[in-house]
């Protein structure tokens, strides 16, 4: 069984920090996406990544695939408080998504 | 607005009774998906079906769940004689048939089902 396993869980910072997320596995992917979701809604899509070492920026957010494509992470740079959300990571071999555990994330003002 | 489109937002049924969820892909989007989120729980694949096709089912419950999607119209997930576990958040995807080796999947708003 995939499992993707996000950390951390929950995480409250002031506006102007800096954050990070991983996201590991123990499977390799084809592909990772990272996705925001907000209460009451959809996730939405941030950004894929498919090739190992792969690096994308998104303003002030930066996405990294691993090398071995197993983990990935998420930065936050100066976080605002519109950046509140359940960040989720979702790996694919096939097109049925592995959706990570989530990290619940609180900015305030 | 051209997103995946899903209705009803919300949906209350009592137990016993039939619950039926709409979705409508992203525009020239051809491959959809259905996802579940139970409270407190992570998002779980249910479906995946192409135009008249299921391609994969291995995430559908055994009973009483079905799901369809016709040359015509929008993609269907019956759940039939619902019970108080089946109250959850569901979701619709859909992608383009160009996606490659990526597997990007775009997201509805859900339809929040509640068994009364």
């Known amino acids: 069984t995939q499992l993707l396993e996000q950390s951390p869980q929950f995480l409250s910072i002031q506006e102007g920090e800096n954050l990070t997320v991983y996201c590991n596995s123990s499977s390799v992917f084809s592909s990772l996406q990272w996705y925001r979701q907000e209460p009451g809604e959809g996730p939405v899509l941030l950004v894929t990544?498919?090739?190992?070492?792969e690096v994308k920026k998104l303003k002030r957010l930066t996405f990294q695939f691993g090398d071995a494509r197993k983990d990935s992470s998420l930065h936050i740079t100066a976080a605002q408080p519109g950046d509140t959300g359940l960040y989720l990571c979702?790996?694919?071999?096939?097109?049925?998504?592995?959706f990570g555990t989530g990290t619940r994330l609180q900015v305030f003002p | 607005n051209a997103g995946v489109m899903q209705n009803p937002r919300h949906l209350v049924r009592r137990r016993g009774q039939e619950a039926r969820l709409r979705c409508s892909p992203m525009k020239g989007h051809s491959h959809v998906y259905w996802y579940r989120q139970l409270p407190e729980e992570g998002l779980k694949f249910m479906v995946y079906l192409q135009k008249e096709n299921i391609i994969d089912e291995s995430g559908m419950p055994k009973e009483r769940f079905s799901a369809e999607f016709p040359k015509e119209g929008p993609s269907i997930l019956r759940i039939q004689q619902v019970v108080r576990g089946d109250s959850a958040a569901y979701f619709c995807?859909?992608?383009?048939?160009?996606?490659?080796?990526?597997?990007?999947?775009?997201f509805g708003p859900g339809t929040r089902l509640t068994v009364t």
């Open positions: 979702a790996g694919a071999n096939t097109d049925k998504l592995i």
């Open positions: 995807a859909s992608s383009p048939e160009d996606r490659a080796y990526s597997y990007e999947q775009y």
């Open positions: 990544v498919v090739t190992g070492g």
